[in-house]
């Protein structure tokens, strides 16, 4: 079983910025890809940025020069700085990962979500 635990939202003004955290932890062998995905009040669950391993990072338009996601391989822990956050940018942010197991098999995994409001 793996667990993704995020951390790092909380409320901020318009323009502020904010750095989530997600650790993945449990029987990893490898992690092909780790995204964030976030849902707002009354909206559908949405991809903001998505990393698989060996290729580039790819970004919502929305949020292209804003976010940016890095990843520490050794640490298999994700991060999502967010500059210059919109009031839009509010939502319940949601790490996800892909995650083979000591047997290779591939398994999809969601964090608990942690909320970024963006409000003055």
């Known amino acids: 079983q793996v667990q993704l635990v995020e951390s790092g939202g909380g409320l901020v003004q318009p323009g502020g910025s904010l750095r989530l955290s997600c650790a993945a932890s449990?029987?990893?062998?490898?992690?092909?890809?780790m995204g964030w995905y976030r849902q707002g009040p009354g909206k559908q669950r949405e991809l903001v940025a998505t990393f698989r391993s060996g290729d580039t990072t790819n970004y919502a338009d929305s949020v292209k020069g804003r976010f940016t996601m890095s990843r520490d391989m050794a640490k298999n822990t994700a991060y999502l700085q967010m500059n210059n956050l919109k009031p839009e940018d509010t939502a319940a942010y949601y790490c996800?990962?892909?995650?083979?197991?000591?047997?290779?098999?591939?398994?999809?995994?969601w964090g608990q979500g942690t909320q970024v409001t963006v409000s003055s």
């Open positions: 996800n990962a892909v995650v083979r197991d000591i047997l290779y098999r591939p398994n999809t995994y």
């Open positions: 449990g029987s990893i062998f490898s992690i092909d890809a």
